[in-house]
């Protein structure tokens, strides 16, 4: 027999008890299903990570620092390092904090004085005390230096393509636009927003203070001991928009040209013990984008000891978080195709108990026993074919009707979806899926191939 | 030619041993029309199952055009009953649930017959047992009589050179029978196709020019043998 042939006798005996053919392979589809949305969440994940990472990093750009944190993206370490000056108390959450060294301004220094590096940015913590607008109340808030290589989203105005912003202005987050009085977004533009920081009490003033020969009661009612501040002013160049894909957490901080941040930060910072020493700096290699470069870069940073972290070991950290997540889905998916896998085998094995006078008969008029298994296993293979369609299709239907509630309910951010289907994915599964049930059918299918044909006619 | 050679076949071992043949000797012509017959139970389909290879024998050998069947490897058994030999049952095993044209198909597929030239002869066979306008309907939904004309034209689809019939007319009224006899001499007589057929029906015996009785797996006489 030809293996058309056999492929559509296959086919039509199944057809002729379409019932059970369904039901078998409605068991299949379960796990079709499953393994269908595990896939087409990973995607989605995968590509949302993959977003999340290029809208806040450059890829050409390398976070360095001297703590072995950064290299590892694991917590701090449990063993005690050397103590030098470089090392400070970082609070995480509200109980525990734990020691980081630091990079210093002179480290930063070194690293721009290299060939190979194009610039670094320093990554300078400004705490603010409030934001204002003339006749408006104070609000509290975060600042941080704008960061070329983030791609906020814009409510109104501009930002350059490439490059900081100017100096002396500002980009306000939208939450602030009503708070501040500001008609609209569009209104905020070019207006000006003052930022109050505030110095605190150094070392240095301290020393003043005490070589000024005053008395306790001058010193008392002295402007020198009480915490100064200053009103830095700021002109609106763009209102932003949270993104789904922003990394800040609470109040978007509003963001300022890199040389505004060093004033601010030399204003409030200097004179403490953290002053000119950061958790990590960010380093921009000459022709980054080139992974050969960036690599080569790399390589010469740690063996200077410095701990370096590259945009894609972040994402690596994050991906294999996904994996795992998928793995473990994936699991309950296969364990429902392996109890498939006992329907096909028991609705095949039925189906040669019925139909031993078609075998005997076949095998009377010259059918070999390979093509007798053949058939048997083809129609396993249909059956899988079957499940496997029905649950893809059953998927793909899911992923349609849910995605656009889960964008909204996980706060994606438009153009972003959970469930992405694949064809080529979705393809292989269905090749697997008729793979296993192939695989299940070979049993039920080596006793029809072993049948005696006499035994066979002979049953009434 | 087929030469049944000593031929006996033991069912079952030890307490349960039945000897369903036992020393049977036959030569049979090609183009012959031999009449198996006997009473129930005696051994006819036995005796015709181990003349087509579908049932082992215990002793003795069965050669048909010079190849011993018990030598023949599985493939080359299977080609040679799927290409030179078919069958009518007792019953007519015919598959219900497929057409007429799905049923008569079954050997042309199994003999590997090209796909272009399949229709026609599936259509010859249906004519020649007055069946041509059932061809695309469901086996199940034929009377008694068409279902055991659909299994001969199954038999005679592939134009075999031999063919056997356990009780062609067993099931029909002497009508019908007589008229599917008609079609099985009129093979025998065109194509020169050699005919066994178990029957206990008198007159079909006395139309074939060989006759062998078995009685308790014995031959009892024949008649026609040179
Ligand atoms: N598998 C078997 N095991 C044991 N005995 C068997 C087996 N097959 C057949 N027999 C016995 O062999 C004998 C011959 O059977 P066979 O079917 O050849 O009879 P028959 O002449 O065709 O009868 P009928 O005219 O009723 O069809 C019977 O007694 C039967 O019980
Ligand atoms: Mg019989």
Redesign the interface.
Known sequence: ??FR?VVK?GS?SLR?SKLRTLLTALAIAVGAFVLSLTLAASNGLHDYTGKLISNNFDPSELIVGRDKTIGSGSAAGSDPQEYDDSISTVSVGAKSSVQVKRITEAEAEGLRQKPYVEKVRENFQITIRYITREGQKKYTGGAEPYNPSQKPELGAGAVPSGGDIKTGSVLLPEVYVKLLGFQNDQDAIGKTIQVDIQQPFSTESLKALLTSNQTAAQLANSEAVKAKDQVFSYTIAAVTKKTATSLAIGVEPIRISSTDAREVYDFSAKGTTDYNKYLFVSVQVKDGADAAKLNAAEDNLRSEGFYVQSSKDLQKTITQFVNILTIMVGVFGFITVIASVFGIVNTQYISVLERT??I???K??????G?ISQLFMIEATWIGLLGGALGSIAGIVTGIALNPYLTKKLDLGAGNSLLIYRPLQMALLIAALMLVATIAGLLPARKAAKLD??EA?RT? | MIKVKDVSKVYGKKEGMFTALENINLTIPDGATLAIVGKSGSGKSTLM?VM?G??HITAGSIIIDGKELAKLK??A???????E???I?Q?F?I?P??SCY?NVM??L????VP?KKRREMVKDALLDVELESKIDTDASKLSGGQKQRLAIARAIVNKPSLIFADEPTGNLDSATGDKIMDLLFELNKTLGSTLIIVTHDHDLAARCKMQVRIKDGKIESMKGFK
């Open positions: 027999m030809y042939d006798r039509r002729a006078r078609e005997g008969l076949m009377a008029l010259g059918m070999a026993r093509e044909p006499i006619l009434e | 199952h087509s579908l049932d599985p493939k058994m299977d080609r040679f009953r799927a290409t030999m078919s069958f049952f019953s095993f598959e649930n497929q799905q079954l050997p597929e199994i003999a590997q796909r």
